[in-house]
């Protein structure tokens, strides 16, 4: 267990909705990164947040857009979802400043949009 | 870009040592990690390798990187059926301050009584 939660587990939407999937990070932590899995792939890099700022982002359109809060707790929120944004979410906290940068991944929150 | 290739599948019989093999190809990667992940779940950090270093052993783990062929393998020695997980090599240049991993596309090892 690395001590970071995601909620929620399971989750069904369609095409053309919002989704809004949150991630609790470690005790300590102030960075959060989120990734997403498809079946078969490995984790793709959405973006990451560092006290509250978005502080890189891999190569994904504006309607993935994050936040992160004073508790270091974050959202990754989708809108106009499609059919391949069915995936597995994961988060990712870490301490930074440490070295090095190690992250410690919730269990993810699988998303399947019909 | 970056780009982190690794075989799909490994099969091996208990006890026995298996070997599972990445490449990568960015020259400016800082660390190299090894996670593992179980069905259903995220992904649990194994071990990591700085790549000024050419071996890393952690109990039944060894991590080899040839940097200059950029090839790294993790051995695990004694293999178990609990073992059976998908393996993500990723390598993390250093970028603002932090390492973003570039993750394989995973290893799926089957381990066999």
């Known amino acids: 267990e690395t001590g970071v939660t995601q909620s929620p587990t399971h989750l069904i939407k369609t095409r053309g909705q919002q989704v809004t999937l949150r991630c609790s990070s470690q005790?300590?932590?102030?960075?959060v990164s989120w990734y997403q899995q498809a079946l078969g792939q490995g984790p793709q890099f959405i973006f990451q947040?560092?006290?509250?700022?978005?502080?890189g982002r891999g190569n994904f359109p504006p309607r993935f857009s994050g936040l992160q809060f004073p508790n270091y707790s974050s959202e990754l929120n989708v809108n106009a979802l499609e059919l391949d944004d069915s995936a597995l979410y994961l988060c990712a906290s870490s301490p930074r400043g440490e070295n090095p940068d190690t992250q410690y991944f919730g269990p993810g929150t699988r998303l399947t949009v019909l | 870009g970056e780009d982190v290739e690794q075989s799909l599948f490994l099969s091996v019989r208990e006890g026995d040592s298996s070997v599972i093999n990445c490449t990568y190809t960015?020259?400016?990667?800082?660390?190299l990690y090894w996670y593992k992940q179980e069905p259903g779940a995220g992904l649990q950090l194994l071990t990591y390798i700085f790549s000024n270093m050419d071996m890393k052993q952690d109990q039944r783990l060894t991590v080899l990187l040839n940097k200059k062929d950029k090839h790294l393998s993790l051995r695990i020695a004694d293999t178990q059926t609990g073992d059976s997980a998908i393996y993500f090599c990723?390598?993390?240049?250093?970028?603002?301050?932090?390492?973003?991993?570039?993750f394989g596309r995973g290893t799926s090892l089957i381990v066999h009584p």
């Open positions: 947040y560092y006290r509250e700022e978005e502080n």
């Open positions: 005790s300590g932590h102030n960075t």
């Open positions: 990723a390598d993390a240049p250093a970028s603002g301050g932090s390492y973003i991993p570039t």
């Open positions: 960015d020259s400016s990667s800082t660390y």
